[in-house]
Each structure stands twice: as structure tokens, then as C-alpha cells.
């Protein structure tokens, strides 16, 4: 995914109200942005970053501009424009990048399925193989030289995962994908400090026959892609 047009450089003065982000540009202007983000930000929204951010031709949009990437002090690179994630394992899929994932004829989004009401991110078909269930989640929280996920407490998580259980008892195939967009995470772990029922809940799923798959992804201000492989530990 190459960023075009190219992305523009400000400092972080600060985030809030959730969507919304202050910027200083390089001349001294303040400009507000789009933050496509409802999550805590732990470690990806401190005061005095680099925020790179893209710019919509969209006419409509009260704030056209919208926060990308961060490049903190100390060197690592965060997308937290979480809506890129679903894209991401998209074209990966496609470009056969996601060994796991490799054999399939269809790929849908966001189609209705669970007895929750829930949407899968992806969709994966052929005709000699069980359909593929893919919920992808995006991982930017960074503690003490480990990723974590999720990094507040998230019921809208634990659904999927409840979900997620119930297609694979049915026979089909599920996923639960960790997109790492951290440049600093080197594999994941659920948060069970932070949402202790997430922690269980994907305990069980793994038991259940959900597959958990990590992919990081690199990152810089003209274009991300997911590469590497990343192991998820189960913590005790």
C-alpha cells in the first residue's frame, strides 16, 4: 500500500475527543486532523511526535486531513489509522505473502455472519475447502518489549472471538489475525492485564480450533506492507 499523495509531517500537540488530533505544521500553523483510532493509544500519541498524515479529495469531509502514521522519539514507526489493517491482510492474501492463507478462489469483506450479528472482516472460499473466517485486529501497543492486544478493554473483541468459536465448531475455518503494526513489536501476547475476560476468551478459542496468525508490516511514511510472520504467546 503506497501512500498517495504522499504523506505530510507535523508535531503531535495532542489527541482528543477520540477523532479528533491538534498538529503543528513545520511553518508554526495549528491544524486540526481525523484520528481513525477508539482505542487508548498507549504509546502512539505522545505530545511532541511526528504525526504523518494523508489529505482526501473528498469535499465533503469537515476535517480532510487524517493521521497515518506516528514516528516516535525513539525510532519506531505505529500506523494507527486502524482502518488500513483490513486492507493490508487484503492485498496480502492476494499477493500470496500469507502462506496460511494461500488456495483460495474468493475473497469477500464484511459479510454477515454468528449468531451475535457480527460481520467478518474476510471471507475466504473455494470449492475443496471449508469456507475461511478471518477477523483481523491491528496491534500498536508496545510494554516492556512485548505487543500486546487489545490495549483497553473491548467487548466488541470478546464477541468475535465468542463468534469466531462457533464457526469453528461448525466445521469451517477461523482466524483470528494479528496485523502488528508496531515497528517495535516482535510477536504478541493477549493483554490479560488489561481485559482478563479477552485473556480467557481467546484461551478457549484456541481450544475451540480458532487459529491465531500474526503478520508485522513495514512501515514508513511512503508505503506499508505486511511481511514477517509473528509468534503469538499465550500468557499463563
Not at 469531509?61 to 491482510?89: F, M, Q
Request: net charge negative; with cysteine.
Amino acid at each position: 500500500m503506497k501512500f498517495d499523495p504522499p504523506l505530510q509531517a507535523a508535531k503531535l500537540i495532542k489527541r482528543y475527543k477520540r477523532f479528533l488530533t491538534d498538529i503543528e505544521l513545520p511553518d508554526g500553523d495549528i491544524k486540526t486532523i481525523h484520528c481513525a483510532n477508539t482505542g487508548a493509544m498507549t504509546g502512539c500519541a505522545e505530545p511532541g511526535s511526528t504525526v504523518w498524515y494523508s489529505t482526501s479529495d473528498n469535499p465533503k469531509r469537515k476535517y480532510p486531513n487524517s493521521w497515518e502514521l506516528t514516528h516516535t522519539p525513539d525510532g519506531h514507526w505505529i500506523c494507527v489509522n486502524t482502518a488500513r489493517a483490513n486492507r493490508l491482510v487484503e492485498e496480502a492474501i492476494n499477493r500470496d505473502i500469507i502462506t496460511e492463507l494461500q488456495g483460495y478462489s474468493s475473497l469477500r469483506t464484511e459479510v454477515k455472519y454468528g449468531s451475535e450479528n457480527s460481520r467478518i472482516d474476510i471471507l475466504l472460499t473455494a470449492d475443496d475447502k471449508p469456507p475461511c473466517y478471518i477477523e483481523v485486529k491491528s496491534v500498536t501497543l508496545l510494554q516492556n518489549g512485548q505487543g500486546y492486544f487489545p490495549d483497553a478493554v473491548t467487548t466488541r473483541g470478546q464477541k468475535h472471538l465468542r463468534e469466531l468459536m462457533e464457526v469453528a465448531q461448525n466445521g469451517n475455518r477461523a482466524i483470528l489475525f494479528f496485523a502488528i503494526l508496531h515497528s517495535g513489536i516482535e510477536n504478541v501476547a493477549a493483554a490479560h492485564h488489561i481485559d482478563p475476560v479477552y485473556h480467557q476468551l481467546i484461551q478457549q478459542a484456541e481450544q475451540a480450533g480458532v487459529e491465531i496468525i500474526g503478520y508485522k508490516a513495514v512501515l514508513n511514511q511512503n508505503e506499508l506492507y505486511l511481511n514477517n510472520r509473528i509468534d503469538f504467546h499465550q500468557p499463563l
